[in-house]
């Protein structure tokens, strides 16, 4: 999947749009500053579901969360998606082409179409009579490395034949990872409130955990009719993706908040000063009950992997969605 956002988004904004792409794939090459690519195969036997699902997904979450409309190009390749994505009129939409499809839909294109293709490349091509991707792919790679180069023709050669064996290679994860609770109607019930900020924390953990990635700090955001909201932020006393320690700290945001009647209309939970999980300290514990519930969270990870996010959580979500 390719992803191309908005031209001119600001850098926050475009670390958001990264961090859903997160919650859609754990494999995540960020293209700065308003692309990305994403690696769907774990994510489509993740989701249980197709690639143009996904994509249009991810338009509902960054149009509905960040009001941020994207172009998704999917294909079989980096080649096939990122041109897929630059042919996408504005403000944004979603082409998925399946394997079969992708060197019939690629040879109908003009030459300067196909992704890596530069202006003064397209031009020299063009001088001899190669107009389409569908030509250049019949051309011999040596008549094309004369026009174009030795590695630039070899490259544009091939990627005109549907060859591109590039990886999606992750790179840094953003230092922050958000996850977000809208109330249908204004919500003055404390019981209500707290079961979907135990959501939240739940969510949190487990998006941590698959990107490997602990939060140093937490910040809360409550979001009250009238569109004012409450912000707070506090560390937390070791690195932690687990949800024991979120919830701590996240139940201790929301009681220094001292709500009375405010009506709320959303919640945000944000994990903040992310490090790798590989450098988490492995304290000894002593505590039974603790390593328990990190034996049982492991376990729930896998069930969540393997059949979904939604199937197993803390009775009060359910109880509370229902």
Known sequence: MHVRCPDRLPEEAYRQVLELLAELSPVVQALPPTAALVE?????????????????????????????????????SITVAATASAQIGEPGGVLALDPDQALPWLA?????????????????????????????????????????????????????????????IPRALPAAATVRHAFPQHTLDGATVRAALLDLVVRLGHLLRRRQQAARALTLTLTFAGNTAWTRTRRLTEPSAHDDDLRLLAYQLMDAAGLQRGRL??????GDDLIDANQVAQQISFDDAREARLVAET???????KFGPGVIGPATTYRRAS
């Open 299 to 305: 376990a729930i990870d896998r069930v969540r992997d």
């Open 40 to 76: 769907l195969k774990g994510a489509l036997r993740y989701h249980g579901t197709g690639p143009r699902h996904l994509g249009d997904i991810l338009r509902v979450r960054t149009l509905s969360r960040l009001g941020v409309d994207v172009r998704v190009g999917i294909g079989p």
């Open 108 to 168: 109908g294109l003009p030459v300067e179409a196909l992704h890596g293709i530069g202006a003064h490349q397209a031009a020299v091509l063009r001088d001899y009579g190669i107009h389409s991707v569908g030509l250049l792919a019949t051309v011999p790679h040596a008549t094309i490395q004369r026009l174009l180069g030795g590695r630039a023709g070899r490259t544009a050669a091939d990627r005109a034949r549907g060859i591109d064996p590039r990886p999606v």
């Open 265 to 270: 209309t959303a919640l945000t939970l944000k």
